[in-house]
Protein backbone atom coordinates (compact mmCIF):
# COMPACT_ATOMS: atom_id res chain seq x y z
CA UNK A 1 0.00 0.00 0.00
CA UNK A 2 2.51 2.27 0.68
CA UNK A 3 4.24 1.50 -2.66
CA UNK A 4 0.80 2.73 -4.07
CA UNK A 5 1.49 5.98 -3.10
CA UNK A 6 4.88 6.52 -2.98
CA UNK A 7 4.76 5.32 -7.50
CA UNK A 8 1.56 6.15 -8.45
CA UNK A 9 -0.78 8.41 -5.74
CA UNK A 10 1.60 11.35 -5.06
CA UNK A 11 3.00 11.73 -8.63
CA UNK A 12 -0.35 11.83 -9.73
CA UNK A 13 -1.17 14.53 -7.42
CA UNK A 14 1.39 16.65 -7.70
CA UNK A 15 0.74 16.22 -11.56
CA UNK A 16 -2.70 17.52 -11.15
CA UNK A 17 -1.28 20.33 -8.98
CA UNK A 18 0.77 21.88 -11.40
CA UNK A 19 -1.69 21.73 -14.09
CA UNK A 20 -3.51 24.18 -11.69
CA UNK A 21 -0.47 25.97 -11.39
CA UNK A 22 -0.89 26.35 -15.17
CA UNK A 23 -4.53 26.33 -16.16
CA UNK A 24 -5.67 28.49 -13.21
CA UNK A 25 -3.77 31.80 -14.44
CA UNK A 26 -4.03 30.74 -17.88
CA UNK A 27 -7.49 31.27 -17.35
CA UNK A 28 -7.23 34.48 -15.65
CA UNK A 29 -4.98 35.44 -18.38
CA UNK A 30 -7.95 34.71 -21.18
CA UNK A 31 -10.38 36.47 -18.71
CA UNK A 32 -8.28 39.74 -18.97
CA UNK A 33 -7.41 39.41 -23.07
CA UNK A 34 -10.93 39.85 -23.22
CA UNK A 35 -10.97 43.13 -20.96
CA UNK A 36 -7.84 44.10 -22.64
CA UNK A 37 -9.13 43.54 -25.97
CA UNK A 38 -11.65 46.04 -25.34
CA UNK A 39 -10.15 48.81 -23.58
CA UNK A 40 -7.01 48.81 -26.31
CA UNK A 41 -9.78 49.26 -29.36
CA UNK A 42 -11.61 51.11 -27.25
CA UNK A 43 -8.61 53.58 -26.98
CA UNK A 44 -7.49 53.49 -30.37
CA UNK A 45 -10.87 53.89 -31.46
CA UNK A 46 -11.22 57.02 -29.27
CA UNK A 47 -13.75 55.67 -26.74
CA UNK A 48 -13.47 54.45 -23.16
CA UNK A 49 -14.15 50.61 -23.55
CA UNK A 50 -16.06 48.54 -20.48
CA UNK A 51 -15.66 51.33 -17.79
CA UNK A 52 -18.80 50.44 -15.71
CA UNK A 53 -18.65 47.02 -13.39
CA UNK A 54 -15.64 47.78 -11.30
CA UNK A 55 -13.08 50.53 -11.01
CA UNK A 56 -11.81 51.02 -14.45
CA UNK A 57 -14.41 48.20 -15.68
CA UNK A 58 -11.91 45.45 -14.38
CA UNK A 59 -14.40 43.01 -13.43
CA UNK A 60 -16.21 43.14 -16.83
CA UNK A 61 -15.13 39.89 -17.87
CA UNK A 62 -16.19 38.09 -14.72
CA UNK A 63 -19.95 39.69 -15.52
CA UNK A 64 -20.03 38.19 -18.96
CA UNK A 65 -18.66 34.82 -18.02
CA UNK A 66 -21.66 35.08 -15.31
CA UNK A 67 -24.21 36.46 -17.74
CA UNK A 68 -22.80 33.30 -20.32
CA UNK A 69 -23.35 30.80 -17.51
CA UNK A 70 -26.98 32.40 -16.65
CA UNK A 71 -28.44 32.12 -20.20
CA UNK A 72 -29.74 29.45 -21.70
CA UNK A 73 -28.20 26.66 -23.91
CA UNK A 74 -29.65 26.32 -26.93
CA UNK A 75 -29.51 22.97 -29.29
CA UNK A 76 -31.01 23.71 -33.15
CA UNK A 77 -33.21 20.63 -33.19
CA UNK A 78 -31.63 19.99 -36.77
CA UNK A 79 -28.40 19.89 -35.52
CA UNK A 80 -25.85 17.11 -34.89
CA UNK A 81 -26.42 16.86 -30.68
CA UNK A 82 -23.19 14.96 -30.12
CA UNK A 83 -21.09 16.36 -32.88
CA UNK A 84 -22.47 20.38 -31.92
CA UNK A 85 -21.64 19.84 -28.37
CA UNK A 86 -18.19 18.12 -28.51
CA UNK A 87 -17.02 21.11 -30.95
CA UNK A 88 -16.77 23.62 -27.82
CA UNK A 89 -14.80 21.28 -25.40
CA UNK A 90 -12.42 20.52 -28.37
CA UNK A 91 -11.45 24.15 -28.97
CA UNK A 92 -11.71 24.81 -25.26
CA UNK A 93 -9.37 21.06 -24.87
CA UNK A 94 -7.03 22.22 -27.31
CA UNK A 95 -6.26 26.00 -26.26
CA UNK A 96 -5.41 24.22 -22.98
CA UNK A 97 -3.25 21.27 -23.77
CA UNK A 98 -0.68 22.80 -25.73
CA UNK A 99 0.30 24.55 -22.57
CA UNK A 100 1.43 21.34 -21.18
CA UNK A 101 5.14 21.91 -23.16
CA UNK A 102 5.61 25.74 -23.03
CA UNK A 103 8.77 26.38 -20.51
CA UNK A 104 7.57 29.54 -18.68
CA UNK A 105 10.97 30.19 -17.27
CA UNK A 106 13.88 27.95 -16.93
CA UNK A 107 12.96 24.74 -16.22
CA UNK A 108 9.55 25.57 -15.55
CA UNK A 109 7.73 23.47 -17.55
CA UNK A 110 5.10 20.36 -17.34
CA UNK A 111 6.50 18.15 -19.61
CA UNK A 112 9.86 18.55 -20.98
CA UNK A 113 9.71 16.48 -24.28
CA UNK A 114 11.90 15.87 -26.71
CA UNK A 115 9.70 17.22 -29.38
CA UNK A 116 7.59 19.68 -27.86
CA UNK A 117 8.21 21.99 -30.94
CA UNK A 118 6.19 19.50 -32.97
CA UNK A 119 3.56 18.84 -30.00
CA UNK A 120 2.63 22.74 -30.48
CA UNK A 121 2.54 22.41 -34.20
CA UNK A 122 0.49 19.56 -34.22
CA UNK A 123 -1.90 21.27 -31.19
CA UNK A 124 -2.15 24.50 -33.00
CA UNK A 125 -2.92 22.47 -36.36
CA UNK A 126 -5.87 20.38 -34.66
CA UNK A 127 -7.66 23.43 -33.51
CA UNK A 128 -9.32 23.72 -37.31
CA UNK A 129 -11.32 20.54 -35.92
CA UNK A 130 -13.36 22.40 -33.35
CA UNK A 131 -14.60 24.71 -35.96
CA UNK A 132 -15.22 22.36 -38.77
CA UNK A 133 -17.05 20.41 -37.06
CA UNK A 134 -19.23 23.38 -35.23
CA UNK A 135 -19.51 24.71 -38.95
CA UNK A 136 -21.28 20.85 -40.14
CA UNK A 137 -23.28 19.99 -36.62
CA UNK A 138 -25.17 23.11 -36.32
CA UNK A 139 -26.73 22.15 -39.70
CA UNK A 140 -26.69 26.28 -40.63
CA UNK A 141 -25.40 27.98 -43.90
CA UNK A 142 -23.64 30.46 -42.15
CA UNK A 143 -21.74 28.30 -39.92
CA UNK A 144 -21.06 25.75 -42.46
CA UNK A 145 -19.54 28.70 -44.88
CA UNK A 146 -17.26 29.94 -41.86
CA UNK A 147 -15.78 26.66 -41.68
CA UNK A 148 -15.37 25.50 -45.12
CA UNK A 149 -13.59 28.64 -45.20
CA UNK A 150 -11.25 28.08 -42.00
CA UNK A 151 -10.62 24.88 -42.90
CA UNK A 152 -9.20 25.76 -45.86
CA UNK A 153 -7.16 29.37 -44.05
CA UNK A 154 -5.85 27.04 -41.39
CA UNK A 155 -4.51 24.54 -43.32
CA UNK A 156 -3.19 26.81 -46.09
CA UNK A 157 -1.39 29.01 -43.39
CA UNK A 158 0.28 25.80 -41.53
CA UNK A 159 2.55 25.07 -44.30
CA UNK A 160 4.52 28.53 -44.23
CA UNK A 161 4.46 28.02 -40.14
CA UNK A 162 5.79 24.51 -40.64
CA UNK A 163 8.44 25.95 -42.72
CA UNK A 164 8.92 28.55 -40.02
CA UNK A 165 9.63 26.36 -37.37
CA UNK A 166 11.81 24.36 -39.86
CA UNK A 167 14.44 27.51 -40.37
CA UNK A 168 14.39 27.90 -36.04
CA UNK A 169 15.05 24.03 -35.61
CA UNK A 170 18.03 24.01 -38.48
CA UNK A 171 19.21 27.65 -36.07
CA UNK A 172 18.82 25.50 -32.86
CA UNK A 173 19.58 21.54 -33.77
CA UNK A 174 17.05 20.29 -31.36
CA UNK A 175 13.15 20.05 -31.12
CA UNK A 176 13.32 21.16 -27.26
CA UNK A 177 11.22 23.79 -26.25
CA UNK A 178 13.63 24.98 -23.69
CA UNK A 179 16.92 24.17 -25.85
CA UNK A 180 15.43 26.45 -28.63
CA UNK A 181 15.29 29.25 -25.84
CA UNK A 182 18.82 28.63 -24.28
CA UNK A 183 19.78 28.66 -27.84
CA UNK A 184 18.90 32.20 -27.62
CA UNK A 185 21.12 33.38 -25.32
CA UNK A 186 23.57 36.54 -26.52
CA UNK A 187 21.10 36.85 -29.91
CA UNK A 188 17.35 36.65 -30.26
CA UNK A 189 16.38 34.88 -33.41
CA UNK A 190 14.18 37.53 -34.38
CA UNK A 191 17.20 39.19 -35.48
CA UNK A 192 19.22 36.98 -37.98
CA UNK A 193 15.54 35.35 -39.07
CA UNK A 194 13.95 38.45 -39.48
CA UNK A 195 12.16 37.48 -42.31
CA UNK A 196 10.70 34.38 -41.10
CA UNK A 197 9.29 36.22 -37.79
CA UNK A 198 6.90 38.73 -39.67
CA UNK A 199 5.91 35.52 -41.40
CA UNK A 200 5.38 33.48 -38.82
CA UNK A 201 3.72 36.42 -36.93
CA UNK A 202 1.24 36.72 -39.48
CA UNK A 203 0.47 32.94 -40.05
CA UNK A 204 -0.02 33.05 -36.64
CA UNK A 205 -2.61 35.80 -36.68
CA UNK A 206 -4.14 33.56 -39.55
CA UNK A 207 -4.05 30.01 -37.49
CA UNK A 208 -5.89 31.56 -34.99
CA UNK A 209 -8.27 33.54 -37.14
CA UNK A 210 -7.67 36.83 -35.47
CA UNK A 211 -8.15 39.66 -37.76
CA UNK A 212 -7.19 40.40 -40.25
CA UNK A 213 -7.70 37.20 -41.20
CA UNK A 214 -10.90 36.85 -39.29
CA UNK A 215 -12.79 35.43 -42.42
CA UNK A 216 -14.48 32.22 -40.90
CA UNK A 217 -16.46 34.76 -38.21
CA UNK A 218 -16.84 37.62 -40.37
CA UNK A 219 -19.54 39.15 -38.76
CA UNK A 220 -20.81 41.82 -41.98
CA UNK A 221 -21.13 38.74 -44.49
CA UNK A 222 -21.37 35.68 -42.29
CA UNK A 223 -23.13 37.08 -39.50
CA UNK A 224 -20.66 35.59 -36.97
CA UNK A 225 -19.28 32.61 -38.95
CA UNK A 226 -19.52 28.97 -37.26
CA UNK A 227 -20.51 29.70 -33.67
CA UNK A 228 -24.19 31.69 -35.03
CA UNK A 229 -26.11 28.38 -33.11
CA UNK A 230 -24.31 28.33 -30.01
CA UNK A 231 -25.41 29.75 -27.04
CA UNK A 232 -24.52 30.61 -22.94
CA UNK A 233 -21.53 28.29 -21.96
CA UNK A 234 -21.10 26.37 -25.66
CA UNK A 235 -20.55 29.96 -27.15
CA UNK A 236 -18.11 30.98 -23.57
CA UNK A 237 -16.00 27.68 -24.27
CA UNK A 238 -15.24 28.43 -28.00
CA UNK A 239 -14.20 31.92 -26.92
CA UNK A 240 -12.49 31.24 -24.01
CA UNK A 241 -10.43 28.38 -26.52
CA UNK A 242 -10.23 31.05 -28.93
CA UNK A 243 -8.44 33.74 -26.67
CA UNK A 244 -6.48 30.98 -25.04
CA UNK A 245 -4.87 29.84 -28.82
CA UNK A 246 -4.16 33.59 -29.29
CA UNK A 247 -2.03 33.41 -26.00
CA UNK A 248 -1.04 30.37 -27.07
CA UNK A 249 0.84 31.06 -30.06
CA UNK A 250 2.19 34.45 -28.88
CA UNK A 251 4.10 32.10 -26.18
CA UNK A 252 5.00 29.94 -29.51
CA UNK A 253 6.23 33.36 -30.85
CA UNK A 254 8.12 34.41 -27.77
CA UNK A 255 9.76 30.95 -27.37
CA UNK A 256 10.88 30.86 -31.22
CA UNK A 257 11.96 34.11 -31.82
CA UNK A 258 12.07 36.79 -28.94
CA UNK A 259 14.37 34.57 -26.53
CA UNK A 260 11.21 32.83 -23.99
CA UNK A 261 12.16 33.69 -20.47
CA UNK A 262 16.08 35.34 -21.21
CA UNK A 263 15.85 39.34 -20.13
CA UNK A 264 17.13 41.45 -23.75
CA UNK A 265 20.50 42.07 -21.66
CA UNK A 266 22.30 39.46 -19.09
CA UNK A 267 23.64 42.50 -17.28
CA UNK A 268 22.73 43.88 -13.91
CA UNK A 269 19.64 45.87 -14.28
CA UNK A 270 17.90 43.29 -16.65
CA UNK A 271 18.58 39.89 -14.82
CA UNK A 272 16.93 41.09 -11.42
CA UNK A 273 13.40 40.14 -12.86
CA UNK A 274 12.99 36.67 -12.70
CA UNK A 275 12.13 34.92 -16.47
CA UNK A 276 8.39 34.38 -15.59
CA UNK A 277 8.11 37.91 -15.67
CA UNK A 278 10.46 38.16 -18.95
CA UNK A 279 8.20 35.73 -20.50
CA UNK A 280 4.73 36.74 -19.60
CA UNK A 281 5.95 41.06 -20.58
CA UNK A 282 6.83 38.82 -23.96
CA UNK A 283 3.85 37.65 -24.05
CA UNK A 284 1.94 40.17 -23.39
CA UNK A 285 3.96 42.41 -25.82
CA UNK A 286 2.61 39.83 -28.90
CA UNK A 287 -0.79 40.04 -27.62
CA UNK A 288 -0.80 43.62 -27.77
CA UNK A 289 0.38 43.74 -31.28
CA UNK A 290 -2.20 41.31 -32.06
CA UNK A 291 -5.25 43.90 -30.64
CA UNK A 292 -3.27 46.70 -32.29
CA UNK A 293 -3.30 44.60 -35.44
CA UNK A 294 -7.11 44.03 -35.17
CA UNK A 295 -8.19 48.00 -34.23
CA UNK A 296 -5.43 49.13 -37.77
CA UNK A 297 -6.51 46.83 -40.49
CA UNK A 298 -9.74 45.93 -42.81
CA UNK A 299 -10.46 42.88 -43.47
CA UNK A 300 -8.67 40.59 -46.02
CA UNK A 301 -10.52 39.58 -49.38
CA UNK A 302 -10.90 35.63 -49.16
CA UNK A 303 -8.91 35.01 -52.79
CA UNK A 304 -6.09 37.78 -51.54
CA UNK A 305 -5.67 35.75 -48.48
CA UNK A 306 -4.97 32.77 -50.01
CA UNK A 307 -3.24 34.66 -52.48
CA UNK A 308 -1.20 35.36 -49.50
CA UNK A 309 -0.49 31.79 -47.93
CA UNK A 310 -0.05 30.24 -51.30
CA UNK A 311 1.71 32.07 -53.49
CA UNK A 312 3.97 34.72 -51.19
CA UNK A 313 4.35 33.11 -47.92
CA UNK A 314 5.30 29.31 -49.20
CA UNK A 315 7.36 29.95 -52.11
CA UNK A 316 9.65 32.72 -49.86
CA UNK A 317 9.80 30.23 -46.46
CA UNK A 318 10.85 27.44 -48.82
CA UNK A 319 13.16 29.94 -50.17
CA UNK A 320 14.65 31.07 -46.59
CA UNK A 321 14.91 27.53 -45.58
CA UNK A 322 17.18 26.58 -48.42
CA UNK A 323 18.90 30.12 -47.72
CA UNK A 324 19.19 29.54 -43.44
CA UNK A 325 20.97 25.77 -44.23
CA UNK A 326 23.03 26.72 -46.80
CA UNK A 327 24.59 29.49 -44.79
CA UNK A 328 24.60 27.35 -41.75
CA UNK A 329 26.59 24.99 -44.40
CA UNK A 330 28.95 27.26 -45.89
CA UNK A 331 29.88 29.44 -42.67
CA UNK A 332 29.98 26.21 -40.45
CA UNK A 333 27.38 27.92 -38.44
CA UNK A 334 26.60 24.21 -36.82
CA UNK A 335 24.41 24.76 -33.83
CA UNK A 336 26.49 22.51 -31.23
CA UNK B 1 5.31 -1.23 -15.35
CA UNK B 2 1.65 -1.98 -15.05
CA UNK B 3 0.25 1.79 -15.83
CA UNK B 4 2.59 1.28 -19.55
CA UNK B 5 0.03 -2.04 -19.95
CA UNK B 6 -2.50 0.21 -18.63
CA UNK B 7 -1.99 2.85 -21.30
CA UNK B 8 -1.41 0.20 -23.82
CA UNK B 9 -4.49 -1.78 -23.51
CA UNK B 10 -6.48 1.50 -23.66
CA UNK B 11 -5.03 2.58 -26.79
CA UNK B 12 -5.16 -0.20 -28.85
CA UNK B 13 -8.37 -1.19 -27.75
CA UNK B 14 -9.76 2.69 -28.20
CA UNK B 15 -8.20 2.60 -31.60
CA UNK B 16 -9.68 -1.14 -32.59
CA UNK B 17 -12.99 -0.06 -31.84
CA UNK B 18 -13.02 3.43 -33.49
CA UNK B 19 -11.66 1.32 -36.47
CA UNK B 20 -14.67 -0.99 -36.49
CA UNK B 21 -16.67 2.67 -35.95
CA UNK B 22 -15.29 3.61 -38.85
CA UNK B 23 -16.95 0.97 -41.04
CA UNK B 24 -20.00 0.57 -39.20
CA UNK B 25 -21.16 4.40 -38.47
CA UNK B 26 -24.13 5.26 -40.64
CA UNK B 27 -23.04 9.45 -40.97
CA UNK B 28 -20.11 9.10 -43.18
CA UNK B 29 -18.73 12.38 -41.23
CA UNK B 30 -18.80 10.18 -37.67
CA UNK B 31 -16.72 7.85 -39.65
CA UNK B 32 -14.30 10.80 -40.61
CA UNK B 33 -14.22 11.48 -37.15
CA UNK B 34 -14.05 8.06 -35.99
CA UNK B 35 -10.73 7.89 -38.37
CA UNK B 36 -9.08 10.77 -36.55
CA UNK B 37 -10.11 9.14 -33.14
CA UNK B 38 -8.27 5.99 -34.51
CA UNK B 39 -5.26 8.60 -35.56
CA UNK B 40 -4.89 9.53 -32.44
CA UNK B 41 -4.75 6.51 -30.88
CA UNK B 42 -1.73 4.87 -32.91
CA UNK B 43 0.09 8.36 -32.56
CA UNK B 44 -0.40 6.97 -28.35
CA UNK B 45 0.73 3.29 -29.06
CA UNK B 46 3.92 5.21 -30.97
CA UNK B 47 4.31 7.38 -27.83
CA UNK B 48 4.22 4.23 -25.91
CA UNK B 49 7.19 2.53 -27.96
CA UNK B 50 9.53 5.75 -27.77
CA UNK B 51 8.80 6.72 -31.64
CA UNK B 52 7.59 10.12 -29.84
CA UNK B 53 8.68 11.63 -33.48
CA UNK B 54 6.48 9.54 -35.86
CA UNK B 55 3.89 10.10 -33.25
CA UNK B 56 4.17 13.63 -33.57
CA UNK B 57 4.65 13.78 -37.23
CA UNK B 58 1.50 11.07 -37.41
CA UNK B 59 -0.70 13.67 -35.71
CA UNK B 60 0.37 16.33 -37.87
CA UNK B 61 0.42 15.14 -41.06
CA UNK B 62 -2.74 12.47 -40.81
CA UNK B 63 -4.75 14.62 -38.31
CA UNK B 64 -4.00 18.05 -38.99
CA UNK B 65 -3.90 18.24 -42.76
CA UNK B 66 -5.07 14.80 -44.56
CA UNK B 67 -7.80 14.08 -42.17
CA UNK B 68 -9.07 18.07 -42.36
CA UNK B 69 -9.36 17.69 -46.20
CA UNK B 70 -10.85 14.19 -45.86
CA UNK B 71 -13.73 15.77 -43.39
CA UNK B 72 -13.77 18.51 -45.86
CA UNK B 73 -14.48 16.46 -49.43
CA UNK B 74 -16.96 14.08 -47.27
CA UNK B 75 -19.03 17.20 -45.51
CA UNK B 76 -19.34 19.00 -49.00
CA UNK B 77 -20.47 15.85 -50.50
CA UNK B 78 -24.65 15.21 -50.57
CA UNK B 79 -24.88 11.67 -50.01
CA UNK B 80 -28.06 9.54 -50.06
CA UNK B 81 -27.44 7.44 -46.51
CA UNK B 82 -30.14 4.51 -47.61
CA UNK B 83 -28.59 3.79 -51.15
CA UNK B 84 -25.37 3.80 -49.12
CA UNK B 85 -26.58 0.95 -46.73
CA UNK B 86 -27.69 -0.82 -50.25
CA UNK B 87 -24.49 -1.48 -51.35
CA UNK B 88 -23.00 -2.82 -48.35
CA UNK B 89 -24.28 -6.75 -48.82
CA UNK B 90 -22.82 -6.32 -52.54
CA UNK B 91 -19.21 -5.44 -51.28
CA UNK B 92 -19.36 -7.39 -48.70
CA UNK B 93 -17.80 -10.76 -50.12
CA UNK B 94 -14.68 -8.58 -51.90
CA UNK B 95 -14.32 -6.90 -48.65
CA UNK B 96 -13.69 -10.25 -46.57
CA UNK B 97 -11.91 -11.25 -49.45
CA UNK B 98 -9.32 -8.84 -48.75
CA UNK B 99 -9.65 -8.71 -45.12
CA UNK B 100 -8.87 -12.63 -44.47
CA UNK B 101 -5.77 -12.18 -47.13
CA UNK B 102 -4.46 -9.46 -45.27
CA UNK B 103 -4.88 -11.42 -41.74
CA UNK B 104 -3.76 -14.81 -43.42
CA UNK B 105 -0.30 -12.74 -44.31
CA UNK B 106 0.05 -11.69 -40.60
CA UNK B 107 -0.93 -15.03 -39.13
CA UNK B 108 1.93 -16.15 -41.73
CA UNK B 109 5.06 -13.91 -40.53
CA UNK B 110 4.26 -13.60 -37.18
CA UNK B 111 3.57 -17.78 -37.17
CA UNK B 112 6.81 -18.22 -39.35
CA UNK B 113 8.64 -16.07 -36.06
CA UNK B 114 7.34 -18.86 -33.25
CA UNK B 115 8.30 -21.59 -35.59
CA UNK B 116 11.98 -20.62 -36.22
CA UNK B 117 13.00 -17.72 -33.78
CA UNK B 118 16.07 -16.94 -35.97
CA UNK B 119 13.76 -15.36 -37.86
CA UNK B 120 12.54 -12.77 -35.85
CA UNK B 121 16.69 -12.00 -35.14
CA UNK B 122 17.17 -10.97 -38.84
CA UNK B 123 14.00 -8.75 -39.81
CA UNK B 124 15.32 -5.43 -40.53
CA UNK B 125 18.28 -3.66 -38.46
CA UNK B 126 19.75 -1.30 -40.11
CA UNK B 127 21.95 0.42 -37.34
CA UNK B 128 22.09 -0.58 -33.85
CA UNK B 129 19.30 0.75 -31.41
CA UNK B 130 20.76 4.12 -30.17
CA UNK B 131 21.38 4.95 -26.39
CA UNK B 132 22.63 8.55 -26.57
CA UNK B 133 20.66 10.26 -29.03
CA UNK B 134 16.81 10.83 -29.62
CA UNK B 135 14.76 9.29 -32.29
CA UNK B 136 14.70 12.39 -34.26
CA UNK B 137 18.49 12.37 -34.29
CA UNK B 138 18.08 8.50 -35.25
CA UNK B 139 16.28 9.01 -37.98
CA UNK B 140 18.03 12.09 -39.64
CA UNK B 141 20.98 10.20 -39.92
CA UNK B 142 19.46 7.29 -41.20
CA UNK B 143 16.79 8.71 -43.61
CA UNK B 144 19.77 11.45 -44.98
CA UNK B 145 22.80 8.97 -44.74
CA UNK B 146 21.78 5.46 -45.64
CA UNK B 147 18.63 5.99 -47.15
CA UNK B 148 19.43 8.94 -49.20
CA UNK B 149 18.84 7.90 -52.46
CA UNK B 150 15.41 6.16 -51.31
CA UNK B 151 14.23 8.94 -49.83
CA UNK B 152 15.39 11.53 -52.64
CA UNK B 153 13.40 8.75 -54.99
CA UNK B 154 10.17 9.17 -52.86
CA UNK B 155 10.31 12.66 -52.94
CA UNK B 156 10.62 12.35 -56.51
CA UNK B 157 7.57 9.81 -56.78
CA UNK B 158 5.30 12.64 -54.44
CA UNK B 159 6.74 15.61 -57.06
CA UNK B 160 5.05 13.55 -59.97
CA UNK B 161 2.18 13.26 -57.76
CA UNK B 162 1.99 16.64 -56.93
CA UNK B 163 2.35 18.16 -60.26
CA UNK B 164 -0.12 15.10 -62.30
CA UNK B 165 -2.62 16.43 -59.54
CA UNK B 166 -2.19 19.81 -60.85
CA UNK B 167 -2.21 18.84 -64.57
CA UNK B 168 -5.86 17.44 -64.03
CA UNK B 169 -7.41 19.89 -62.34
CA UNK B 170 -5.77 23.44 -63.37
CA UNK B 171 -7.88 24.70 -66.41
CA UNK B 172 -7.72 28.45 -67.63
CA UNK B 173 -10.70 30.33 -68.09
CA UNK B 174 -10.20 33.46 -70.41
CA UNK B 175 -13.83 34.42 -68.98
CA UNK B 176 -12.68 34.98 -66.02
CA UNK B 177 -11.57 38.57 -64.99
CA UNK B 178 -8.75 38.53 -62.35
CA UNK B 179 -6.85 40.41 -60.25
CA UNK B 180 -3.27 41.86 -61.69
CA UNK B 181 -1.62 42.54 -58.54
CA UNK B 182 1.60 44.05 -60.34
CA UNK B 183 -0.28 46.67 -62.17
CA UNK B 184 -2.06 47.79 -58.83
CA UNK B 185 0.96 47.68 -56.80
CA UNK B 186 2.76 49.42 -59.53
CA UNK B 187 -0.15 52.70 -59.48
CA UNK B 188 1.63 55.76 -58.33
CA UNK B 189 -0.16 56.77 -54.90
CA UNK B 190 -1.23 60.39 -56.07
CA UNK B 191 -3.31 58.60 -58.21
CA UNK B 192 -5.12 56.26 -55.95
CA UNK B 193 -5.42 58.12 -52.55
CA UNK B 194 -5.33 61.18 -50.93
CA UNK B 195 -4.32 62.13 -47.53
CA UNK B 196 -5.42 64.29 -44.83
CA UNK B 197 -4.20 65.05 -41.79
CA UNK B 198 -7.17 64.31 -39.62
CA UNK B 199 -6.68 65.69 -35.71
CA UNK B 200 -7.33 63.72 -33.34
CA UNK B 201 -11.06 63.64 -32.00
CA UNK B 202 -12.50 65.89 -34.75
CA UNK B 203 -13.26 63.76 -37.32
CA UNK B 204 -13.32 65.18 -41.34
Known amino acids: MAEFWTIYAWPTLWIIIKILFIVVPLLIA ?5 YAERKVIGFMQLRMGPNVVGPFGLLQPFADGLKLMAKEAIIPTRSNRVVFLLAPMLTFTLGLIGWAVIPVADGW ?100 NRAPFDLPEAEAELVSGYNVEYSAMAFALFFLGE ?78 VVVTAGAIVAFDWFPT | MIIQALTFYLFALTAIAAGVMVISARNPVHSVLFLILAFFNSAGLFVLIGAEFIAMILVIVYVGAVAVLFLFVVMMLDINFSELREGFLQYLPIGALVGIILAAELILIFGGWVINPDAAQ ?83
Not at chain 1, 146 to 161: D, P, T
Not at chain 1, 174 to 191: E, K, P, T, Y
Not at chain 1, 276 to 303: C, E, G, M, N, Q
Not at chain 2, 148 to 153: C, G, H, N, R, V
Request: charged letters at 10%; zero cysteines.
Open chain 1, 243 to 320: YANMILMSAMTVILFLGGWLPPFDIAPFNWLPGIIWFSLKVSFVLFVFLWVRATLPRYRYDQLMRLGWKVFLPFSLLW
Open chain 2, 122 to 204: IIAAPSAAPSEITNTHALGRLIYTQYIYLFQASGLVLLIAMIGAIVLTLRSRPSVRRQRIAEQVSRPVEDVIEIKDVPTGSGI
Open chain 1, 109 to 208: VLSDINVGILYLFAVSSLGVYGIIMAGWASNSIYPFLGALRSAAQMVSYEVSIGFVIVTVLLATGSLNLSDIVLAQQGLWFFIPLFPMFVIFFISGLAET
Open chain 1, 30 to 34: VAYLT
